[in-house]
């Protein structure tokens, strides 16, 4: 009796280990997703890691921001991601960048500000070749004091800038709120507000750009620079 009851058992168990085996490879397969959608990231380490997460999934992703948050060091986007908010967040870059990598998408969307403090010296965000930068209902903000710095900054080819609903300004000295290396880049701007606040400030310089609804754009303070060159 005893060496049937472990005949009849063992196939149960093999097909048990097989169903939780089975539960594991699927739990391992989502996780990526669910963690770069709820992990409401409210520092800079938890960001760096839903962001890292969601170009691991190879899929576009939201990421719905927890709170302020203040980076500690650059940061790359290597994938499609959005980050957003259910209440308004502000995130603090410090002195430090937004990279949007070649062929990535980066979306800044509802309830989020991101912002470069005034001793910032860089860039805030840089978009590379093949790459994507939109901002829907978010703010891009530079405060930096230091000349010559563009709050977007599309240096390659094939690079498309889309603003809807969107805020962009540079308080830098014959700084940019958006630049672009070539005419080539698409620049589509709708029902937004595109700033440049000193001497010499542009609002766009160069890009194909394409201005819709009702867009307003503001540069030229002083004896130099212009809304659009």
């Not at 397969?29 to 800079?44: D, T």
């Not at 209902?137 to 930096?144: I, M, N, R, T």
């Not at 599309?154 to 805020?167: C, D, E, M, P």
């Given at each position: 009796?005893?060496?049937?009851?472990?005949?009849?058992?063992?196939?149960?168990?093999?097909?048990?280990?097989?169903?939780?085996?089975?539960?594991?490879?699927?739990?391992?397969?989502?996780a990526?997703?669910i963690?770069?959608?709820e992990?409401?990231?409210?520092?800079?380490?938890?960001?760096?890691?839903?962001?890292?997460?969601?170009?691991?999934?190879g899929?576009?992703?939201?990421?719905?921001l927890?709170g302020?948050?203040?980076?500690?060091?650059?940061?790359?986007?290597?994938?499609n991601?959005?980050?957003?908010?259910?209440?308004?967040?502000?995130?603090?870059?410090?002195?430090?960048r937004?990279?949007?990598?070649?062929?990535?998408?980066?979306t800044i969307?509802?309830?989020v500000?991101?912002?470069q403090?005034?001793?910032?010296?860089?860039?805030?965000v840089?978009?590379r070749?093949?790459?994507?930068l939109n901002?829907?209902?978010?703010?891009?903000?530079?405060?930096?004091a230091?000349?010559?710095?563009?709050?977007?900054?599309?240096v390659?080819?094939?690079?498309?800038?889309?603003?809807?609903?969107?805020?962009?300004?540079?308080?830098?000295p014959?700084g940019?709120?958006?630049?672009?290396?070539t005419?080539?880049?698409?620049?589509?701007?709708?029902d937004?507000?595109?700033?440049?606040?000193?001497?010499?400030?542009y609002?766009?310089?160069?890009?194909?750009?394409?201005?819709?609804?009702?867009?307003s754009?503001t540069?030229?303070?002083?004896?130099s620079g212009?809304?659009?060159y």
């Amino acid at each position: 009796m005893l060496s049937e009851t472990k005949k009849i058992r063992k196939p149960r168990l093999l097909l048990a280990f097989a169903v939780i085996f089975a539960i594991i490879l699927q739990m391992a397969a989502i996780a990526p997703s669910i963690k770069a959608n709820e992990s409401n990231p409210s520092n800079f380490t938890e960001l760096a890691e839903a962001i890292y997460l969601a170009g691991d999934s190879g899929q576009p992703e939201t990421i719905t921001l927890g709170g302020d948050i203040t980076f500690e060091e650059n940061l790359s986007i290597n994938s499609n991601v959005t980050l957003t908010a259910e209440e308004p967040v502000t995130i603090e870059l410090e002195s430090y960048r937004i990279e949007v990598a070649t062929g990535s998408n980066f979306t800044i969307g509802k309830n989020v500000t991101i912002h470069q403090s005034s001793s910032a010296t860089d860039h805030p965000v840089v978009v590379r070749d093949n790459a994507i930068l939109n901002i829907e209902e978010g703010k891009l903000l530079s405060s930096a004091a230091s000349g010559s710095v563009y709050t977007i900054d599309a240096v390659g080819s094939n690079i498309q800038v889309n603003l809807k609903n969107a805020t962009v300004t540079t308080s830098s000295p014959n700084g940019r709120a958006i630049y672009t290396n070539t005419p080539e880049n698409d620049i589509i701007i709708e029902d937004s507000t595109i700033t440049a606040n000193t001497e010499g400030g542009y609002a766009i310089y160069r890009g194909n750009y394409q201005l819709r609804e009702n867009t307003s754009l503001t540069g030229k303070i002083g004896s130099s620079g212009t809304s659009l060159y």
